[in-house]
């Protein structure tokens, strides 16, 4: 199944799909040495989002959640994408600077944790391919 | 986007590395926001640069970008670091911090950033109405859109950078008129009474109700100075809009959508507020938004009209107001004052035991998320408490 939406931060990724409902805010949310959702009640807590392709609706909370995206992709445990339904100047910064490919406009609703899945954001097309 | 051909050669790295990366953002931004265009920009202000937050990637970040000659094209000026920049030590501050710290600051400084460390640039330059600023720091960006009448979004710190490299913002949000049409109108007379001389917790239940949309807020007696202050704080810690119009203090006439939602304050509203910060307390902090040179005048004024203080108070300000004989004067009074930082962004909160009396409900919620025990009153109660009396 091909996905497509619309290009932010070019990149190709590869990587197991990580899907979320909930909103992430990546400045308290995330724990910048390990890659590690530590945001109390949020149902990815506990869960790592290191090398996977990371789906959720859009960011949330402080603005230095971009310089957490940076951490993350220096200490080795950033996603290896993103896909939004919107991405907010957060998010769309931080991507930007650490190198993590990112499209939005995505209707994340029918995509499912677990499954393996190719990113490509080019300059003017971005695209999910999903194992069915 | 519509870009100018400066704007396409500057995207096309014809003018360099750092330059292209800036204006990339900037676009970027500016596309997923729906900007039309870009528009210049007078006057950026960053913030986000305490390293306990940026760690060392965000200072490797920072070094890199100025060792590839990244420059900012516009005034720009800088937030509160974690720190005092000169009486670290006595903040609990360790070596290491501090040279990471110093470091983050003399990467920004090398691209042309003034090393201002304070939350308040509004007080510290002039603006006019209808000058498009690219500010980061939410108490700022109010202040800029509900006070002065400028206009700026409520940037984040890295984004602010870039767009003070590029000369530039995207024009969106509180930058056009459309952006700026109120969608709430709150109205605080039935608490009024209730909220005499707390115009920070009016604020802060502004914020909650607004979220991100444009207010407008009536039925508050109009504000002095420094309670403006407070209260737009305190709008931006507990809502994400960067515009409120308050009667008799924005000069903009206030545009409201004709769906607006109206809203009631009730005297319930505030109890609540203030049930959520009634913690223990037995020290005092003051400066969130840094004290203006006014204000610390007023507060020694009103402490030595009491005779000092007999209980600990710590002062934040900008090291623009600094003034060896206000020090002197504050010295001799019993207060402590630092600059460059506060008490949400340093450590000096630990450092007086964990339970603060404020009068800022910023600090409050910021204290209260780092897990201290926070008591949120008005300035005159704090002060009257730090004399000795009252309490």
């Known amino acids: 199944m091909r996905v497509y939406g619309r290009p932010l931060v070019e990149g190709d990724a590869r990587g197991e799909l990580l899907v979320t409902r909930q909103p992430i805010s990546f400045y308290g949310g995330v724990d910048p040495d390990t890659g590690v959702v530590v945001e109390k009640g949020h149902e990815l807590e506990g869960v790592g989002i290191g090398g996977k392709i990371l789906v959720f609706p859009y960011g949330k ?28 100047p957060i998010i769309i910064i931080g991507c930007l600077i650490a190198g993590i490919p990112l499209m939005d406009r995505v209707d994340i609703g029918s995509l499912r944790s677990g499954v393996a899945a190719e990113m490509h954001v080019g300059e003017s097309n971005a695209y999910l391919d999903v194992e069915v | 986007m519509e870009l100018t051909r400066w704007e396409e050669r500057a995207l096309r790295g014809d003018m360099g590395e750092a330059l292209r990366l800036a204006m990339r953002a900037v676009v970027k931004v500016g596309e997923a926001l729906g900007a039309e265009r870009l528009v210049p920009i007078t006057w950026a202000h960053v913030s986000g640069i305490s390293y306990k937050n940026i760690g060392d990637a965000g200072l490797e970040f920072l070094e ?56 308040t640039p509004y007080l510290y330059g002039r603006v006019e109405p209808g000058e498009h600023l690219a500010w980061a720091e939410s108490n700022a960006v109010l202040y800029a859109n509900s006070v002065l009448g400028a206009r700026t979004n409520r940037d984040g710190g890295p984004l602010a950078l870039f767009e003070a490299i590029a000369g530039r913002a995207p024009y969106a949000g509180l930058h056009t008129d459309e952006g700026r049409v109120a969608r709430v109108v709150v109205d605080f007379a039935p608490a009024a009474e209730r909220l005499r001389g707390l115009y920070q917790v009016a604020g802060y239940i502004l914020g909650r109700i607004a979220g991100p949309r444009v207010a407008v807020a009536e039925g508050l007696p109009r504000p002095s100075a420094w309670e403006v202050k407070l209260f737009l704080a305190a709008v931006g810690a507990s809502g994400g809009t960067g515009l409120v119009y308050l009667p008799g203090v924005t000069p903009e006439e206030p545009r409201v ?71 002197e004067w504050a010295g001799r009074l019993g207060v402590e004052v630092f600059y460059d930082t506060c008490m949400v962004v340093s450590p000096i909160v630990g450092r007086l035991g964990g339970r603060v009396a404020v009068d800022s409900a910023k600090a409050a919620y910021y204290l209260a998320a780092q897990g201290y025990s926070v008591r949120l009153m008005s300035r005159r109660q704090l002060l009257d408490y730090v004399a000795g009396g009252g309490d």
């Not at chain 2, 009631?264 to 005092?284: K, N």
């Open chain 2, 64 to 119: 890199e970008l100025a060792g590839r000659g990244a420059r900012v094209s516009v005034k720009t000026t800088l937030n509160p670091a974690g720190m005092d920049m000169e009486r670290w030590r006595e903040m609990g501050v360790d070596e290491g911090f501090a040279e990471k710290q110093l470091r983050v600051i003399r990467a920004l400084a090398r691209m042309g950033v003034q090393a201002t460390l304070t939350c």
């Open chain 1, 61 to 88: 909370g402080s603005t230095v959640g971009s310089y957490i995206l940076l951490r993350l992709a220096k200490n080795g445990v950033a996603p290896a994408g993103i896909v939004n339904e919107s991405s907010e």
């Open chain 2, 257 to 327: 959508a004709g769906d607006a939602e109206r809203v009631s304050v009730e005297p319930g509203d505030v109890e609540e507020v203030e049930a959520m910060f009634s913690g223990e307390f037995d020290a005092a902090v003051l400066g969130c938004p840094h004290l203006s040179r006014e204000e610390l005048v007023e507060v020694l004024r009103y402490l030595e009209r009491r005779g000092g203080a007999r209980r600990r108070l710590v002062l934040f300000t900008a090291r623009a107001a600094r003034d060896r004989s206000l020090e």
